[in-house]
């Protein structure tokens, strides 16, 4: 049974930072394209950054320079860093998790079926 649990989320002010963590389960992690994404209210889910191959991350324009995504495959873990924190990034931040391939793995929600429950990041300025 695939699982994937986010944690790390809290509410910070503005100018602060999180590491958030998803920890997957019932995959072979290492050949799943992985993915973070958010939801702020009354809006569409946004991709936020993914990442297979540990040289290839890629990224929303609007986060560049603020997040950074990594992964540990030993312990099957997908961690979205978040500096310089906005309100802006307030909202709900799930991870995925897909096959997708090296090439083909970014943050585009409609290619990942498989999806975590969120952590919630609320921003006050």
């Known amino acids: 049974q695939k699982r994937l649990v986010e944690s790390g989320g809290g509410s910070v002010q503005a100018g602060g930072s999180l590491r958030l963590s998803c920890v997957a389960s019932?995959?072979?992690?290492?050949?799943?394209?992985m993915g973070w994404f958010r939801q702020a209210p009354g809006k569409e889910r946004e991709g936020v950054a993914a990442l297979e191959d540990k040289d290839r991350a890629v990224y929303a324009d609007s986060v560049k320079g603020r997040f950074t995504i990594s992964r540990d495959n030993a312990k099957n873990t997908v961690y979205l860093e978040i500096n310089n924190l906005k309100p802006e990034d307030t909202g709900v931040y799930y991870c995925?998790?897909?096959?997708?391939?090296?090439?083909?793995?970014?943050?585009?929600?409609?290619?990942?079926?498989?999806w975590g429950q969120g952590t919630q990041v609320t921003v006050s300025s």
């Open positions: 019932g995959i072979t992690f290492s050949g799943y394209c």
């Open positions: 995925a998790a897909e096959i997708l391939g090296p090439m083909w793995c970014s943050p585009r929600a409609g290619n990942f079926g498989n």
